[in-house]
């Protein structure tokens, strides 16, 4: 979607690597957030960030860390990849409810294909 | 914590026919934003529709429509004569008016197939 980009869109790594994603956004948004998506689980939150160097743990946050230096960028990295990390990772940005109903919701990201092997 | 249970793992319907997707979540909260979003097979989340935990009319966008039952914790998307294009990965989700950092939860997700 326009105004948020992840990156890489595929990757694969082996087991025991650090691997980092990158999430980027141009909409000036407060809130971002990690999210893995496998089959039978949809989509579980990993970590989030309320603001720079705000950020706290989701439901799976074992094996990942986070960092947001500045409003733009939130990375998401896995210190020693497992295959159990193979999964596809979707950023998505938010802001509080206000008078534009679109940012009811979330805005994602295209999404990150990680193969740890 | 906040639940959100999509029962039917699969569906399938027939082309300008109609189907229902259903979802029930479990909160404590009066005041929520509940959401159907569609994954097509290119992977990206796209947002269907969404509603309004205050606001008893239910939503609709074009041929989607809900059926929001607060009381019963029920939200199920209609969707009205279905399109090839319709076939995807629809998310049902809920987030919280205000105090949990606007965070969104899922349930797993329910696989739509349009048969011509």
């Known amino acids: 979607d326009a105004g948020i980009t992840q990156s890489p869109r595929h990757k694969v790594t082996e087991t025991g690597t650090p691997v980092t994603l990158r999430c980027h956004q141009t909409?000036?948004?407060?809130?971002m957030y990690w999210y893995r998506q496998d089959p039978g689980h949809g989509l579980r939150l990993i970590h989030y960030?309320?603001?720079?160097?705000?950020?706290d743990k989701g439901e799976v946050s074992d094996g990942y860390s986070v960092s947001r230096s500045k409003t733009e960028d939130f990375l998401l990295t896995l210190e020693s990849a497992t295959s159990s990390q193979t999964s596809v990772y979707f950023c998505?940005?938010?802001?509080?409810?206000?008078?534009?109903?679109?940012?009811?919701?979330?805005?994602f990201g295209s999404g990150t294909r990680l193969t740890v092997v | 914590a906040q639940t959100v249970t999509q029962s039917q793992p699969e569906m399938s319907v027939q082309e300008a026919e109609t189907v229902t997707l259903s979802c029930t979540y479990d909160?404590?909260?009066?005041?929520?934003?509940l959401f159907w979003y569609k994954q097509p097979p290119s992977r990206q989340m796209i947002l269907v529709i969404r509603?309004?935990?205050?606001?008893?009319q239910n939503a609709t966008e074009n041929r989607f429509s809900v059926n929001f039952q607060k009381a019963a914790k029920s939200f199920s998307l209609k969707i009205s004569d279905s399109q090839l294009g319709d076939a995807a990965m629809y998310f049902c989700?809920?987030?919280?008016?205000?105090?949990?950092?606007?965070?969104?939860?899922f349930g797993k997700g329910t696989l739509l197939t349009v048969n011509p």
């Open positions: 998505a940005i938010s802001s509080p409810p206000g008078n534009n109903l679109a940012n009811y919701g979330y805005t």
């Open positions: 909409e000036n948004h407060r809130y």
């Open positions: 960030s309320y603001g720079v160097k705000d950020t």
């Open positions: 909160t404590s909260e009066s005041d929520y934003y």
């Open positions: 509603q309004e935990a205050y606001k008893q």
């Open positions: 989700a809920y987030r919280s008016s205000g105090g949990s950092n606007y965070k969104l939860t």
